[in-house]
């Protein structure tokens, strides 16, 4: 008999602040008795949502059913910057260019795009969680100025729109005399995540899937020709299990030695007030990410997406067990403040409402974990830091296989290597750690 074991469940540091700047929504039921489904998909962020409507698409009438650990957009999904991102975006590279065939990359990720925006108007996801506004590379240095130069013409080499932005457009548009110039690129999905993945669960829930919260699963294993997954309180029997955890598919066992867990932070201003508002000046929404990936993200968000705010994102650590510390969340915060109040002098020592710590999972060699893992059991996971269109494909993907579907989803992601062995646990945490602080250290004016 096969069975998976859960070594560790996910441990979040800090609010999802996106979920907790929403009105209080009432949380769907936790499985408190046993039941039996055809499929039963295995964490519920964006690759867990994805694969269960691709199922509902590729078989109407199966029993599908969705555990999620916490509470819906309280996990991972509810903790990143909200960039659903079209275009090459290698967080390993220099200026973010790809080094593969991007404009296969490009397809897949428009794919994943169209598959999110077909969710949005079928369930009548609230447009403002949804904008497709597009996206700025920022540079406050000369340094990543020439990685915005050498990243639009990576872009213009793959006949893709990009626009340079000078000072004066920047602070035009932000408020903030920090950056030097900008690379506008039109493709990007600007999401409100929480808001998103709420709309995603109501609608799955109205399409008659199953979706239950605070309820992890501890195990599962092969009982004749299905699987029993069990949770704190009951059990559920299914056909075929999707496993869409991203990094903790190491936790059930899987690719174990071969993924690196890393956490980023972020912090949220206060609701801006009328007076913070006029000081700031700028435009009502934006988003940044940094020309040097090791840089800033900035969000500005309206009230129709949580109030008037704005994000910063930036450090990251690598923790294998899993779980980032308080004290990895103090410095980051430290750090934030003294980022936030660089760029936006005129509201220096503003209140920060929320401060969180956010997971990723990333492999050397940049690959997904998404295929059949045995009979019946399929991973769509391991995101390399591109939670929103990534987790989508691997979901979908993992859902197509399921159903015996092929795709260039599921060529794509089943003709990628294995991943990478990593180096021994003392030895990456020590060395990952020391570079980051390095290409942190690098980046301090990103």
């Known amino acids: 008999m096969t069975t998976y074991h859960a070594r560790r469940l996910p441990v979040h540091l800090g609010p999802a602040a996106w979920n907790a700047i929403l009105p209080p929504r009432p949380e769907g039921p936790e499985l408190e008795q046993d039941q039996t489904a055809d499929f039963v998909v295995i964490g519920g962020g964006f690759a867990g949502m994805a694969a269960a409507r691709r199922l509902t698409q590729l078989a109407p009438g199966a029993r599908i059913a969705v555990l999620e ?55 009548g996801i609230d447009r403002n969680f949804f904008d497709p506004a597009g996206k700025i ?4 240095s000369p340094a990543a100025d020439a990685h915005n130069a050498s990243y639009a013409r990576h872009l213009a080499s793959l006949d893709e729109a990009s626009e340079r932005l000078d000072a004066r457009q920047m602070q035009e548009i932000t408020g903030s005399a920090h950056y030097l110039s900008g690379l506008y690129t039109p493709g990007t999905v600007m999401l409100q995540p929480a808001g998103y993945m709420r709309g995603m669960a109501d609608g799955l829930r109205r399409d008659g899937v199953q979706v239950f919260e605070r309820g992890p699963v501890t195990g599962f294993s092969r009982q004749g020709d299905s699987w029993t ?27 174990r030695g071969r993924l690196m867990q890393l956490f980023l932070f972020a912090t949220m201003t206060r609701e801006l007030d009328a007076d913070a508002l006029a000081r700031l000046g700028g435009q009502p929404r934006w988003g940044i990410t940094p ?116 795709s260039d989803i599921t060529r794509h992601f089943t003709r990628e290597p294995a991943p990478t062995r990593l180096p021994p646990r003392a030895v990456r945490d020590i060395g990952a750690n020391t570079v980051l602080r390095w290409k942190e250290w690098k980046a301090r004016a990103e």
């Not at 704190?232 to 990094?247: E, F, S, W």
């Open 137 to 140: 590379n920022g540079a406050a």
């Open 229 to 255: 997954v069990t949770t704190p309180k009951a059990r559920l029997t299914a056909g075929k299990v999707i496993l869409t955890v991203n990094g903790h598919l190491e936790s059930f066992g899987q690719a």
């Open 291 to 406: 020309s040097d990936p090791m840089g800033t993200t900035m969000r500005r968000i309206d009230s129709g997406q949580g109030g008037n705010r704005i994000i910063t994102r930036t450090c990251a650590v690598l923790r294998s067990g899993m779980a980032a510390s308080p004290a990895d969340l103090h410095r980051a915060a430290r750090t934030m403040r003294r980022k936030f109040d660089s760029r936006f002098p005129q509201l220096a020592g503003m209140t920060m409402d929320h401060s969180w710590a956010g997971h990723l999972c990333l492999t050397m060699n940049g690959v997904a974990v998404m295929g059949e893992i045995e009979n019946g059991v399929y991973s769509g996971c391991v995101q390399n830091g591109l939670g929103t269109a990534r987790g989508t494909l691997t979901g979908i993907g993992a859902a197509e296989l399921a159903c015996g579907v092929q």
């Open 69 to 123: 650990a916490g509470a819906v957009a309280e996990g991972a999904s509810g903790r990143n910057s909200g960039f659903m991102i079209d275009l090459p975006h290698d967080l390993a590279s220099e200026d973010y260019a790809g080094s593969g065939d991007d404009r296969a990359v490009i397809a897949l990720n428009r794919q994943a795009q169209a598959f999110a925006a077909s969710a949005v108007e079928d369930f």
